[in-house]
């Protein structure tokens, strides 16, 4: 059983626009959220990341909001660069459980068109 | 450049073959993490190290051996391994409970 999902396989972008990923989740016990990029044939690499008790956090061009009430968050890219295409991973922890259980969803492949 | 280092970057190994993965941070982190990638799937959780002793085990086959010889190396030796272990191996490091991981490049292993 999934406990993080990440329903849209793929995403395609115009450069410029804002690009937004979606990833839902079941277990409410997940009180951490994280964002991974990943580019082919590399790890995936930290993005951003979110606590439970705020519902955004903004890192330049990247914003993550939370909506614990709909078990939703969602990552924002604004301005989309064509540096940008990659797989994106939300992941979520436990509380408690400190940084051992990060369960990740299968992915978004992003592509941002030049 | 990634901070954590995963070497050999791609192995191909037969069946009774025996190798190891290896890991390297610099970062002062000391917990750190083997996971398990397939083509398509999210990583997979293997094994955990913290303060150099094994944490967690993911009830991984004993053909995957991990190692942690000190806070900055962990190994994954490797005997008998079947086609459907072919993956990418993922390494990666933290501070004993943050959340963020910090991942390495990866190993491609292919199983013949």
């Known amino acids: 059983d999934q406990q993080v999902k990440q329903n849209s396989p793929s995403l395609s972008v115009q450069e410029g626009r804002i690009s937004i990923l979606n990833c839902d989740y079941t277990?409410?016990?997940?009180?951490?959220f994280l964002w991974y990029k990943k580019y082919p044939a590399e790890g995936p690499t930290f993005l951003i990341s979110?606590?439970?008790?705020?519902d955004k956090n903004e890192d330049g061009r990247f914003t993550v909001f939370l909506n614990k009430s709909a078990k939703h968050l969602s990552l924002h890219i604004v301005p989309s660069q064509p540096g940008d295409s990659a797989v994106y991973f939300c992941?979520?922890?436990?509380?408690?459980?400190?940084?051992?259980?990060?369960?990740f969803g299968k992915g978004t492949k992003l592509s941002v068109i030049p | 450049d990634t901070e954590v280092t995963q070497t050999p970057k791609h192995l191909v190994m037969g069946m009774t073959n025996k190798k190891s993965l290896k890991c390297e941070q610099h970062?002062?982190?000391?917990?750190m993490y083997w996971y398990k990638q397939k083509a398509k799937k999210p990583p997979e959780l293997m094994f955990v190290?913290?303060?150099?002793?094994?944490?967690i085990n993911e009830s991984v086959p004993s053909r995957f051996s991990p190692e942690c010889p000190n806070s900055s190396l962990l190994n994954l030796h490797l005997h008998a391994l079947q086609p459907e272990d072919s993956a990418l191996y993922l390494c990666?490091?933290?501070?004993?409970?943050?959340?963020?991981?910090?991942f390495g490049e990866g190993s491609r292993l292919t199983v013949l």
């Open positions: 190290y913290s303060y150099e002793k094994l944490s």
């Open positions: 979110i606590s439970s008790i705020k």
């Open positions: 990666a490091s933290s501070q004993p409970g943050w959340r963020e991981l910090f």
């Open positions: 992941a979520a922890s436990e509380a408690g459980a400190g940084s051992y259980q990060l369960t």
């Open positions: 970062m002062g982190h000391r917990a």
């Open positions: 277990n409410s016990m997940f009180d951490y």
